[in-house]
């Protein structure tokens, strides 16, 4: 079994900044690309920010410059570090995760979700 857990949500003012982290757990051979997506209200999934192996970098043309993703793989964590943050920011994050497992199958696994209110 793996786990994803998301922490870091809340509520903050325009201008702010929040640091969201998703830990994965449980029965883990290696870690591939991990990644952010967000669901606004009345909005579908969207990708955010991706982060390779090999520390390289993708981001949605949106959070360009604002927002940064990175990743401890000692600790098996990916970051989101969101920095002068909007009122289109609100959303429930999900962190997103390609995990090689012990039965040696990859998989994509997705966290619960942690909900960003950027407030006007």
């Known amino acids: 079994q793996v786990q994803l857990e998301e922490s870091g949500g809340g509520l903050v003012r325009t201008g702010g900044s929040l640091r969201l982290a998703c830990a994965a757990s449980?029965?883990?051979?290696?870690?591939?690309?991990m990644s952010w997506h967000r669901q606004g209200p009345g909005k579908q999934r969207e990708l955010v920010a991706r982060i390779g192996t090999g520390n390289s970098t993708t981001y949605a043309d949106s959070v360009k410059g604002r927002f940064t993703i990175s990743r401890d793989n000692a600790k098996n964590t990916v970051y989101l570090q969101m920095n002068s943050l909007e009122p289109e920011d609100t959303a429930v994050y999900y962190c997103?995760?390609?995990?090689?497992?012990?039965?040696?199958?990859?998989?994509?696994?997705w966290g619960q979700g942690t909900q960003v209110t950027v407030s006007s």
């Open positions: 449980g029965s883990i051979l290696a870690l591939y690309a």
């Open positions: 997103n995760a390609l995990i090689l497992d012990t039965v040696r199958t990859t998989r994509s696994y």
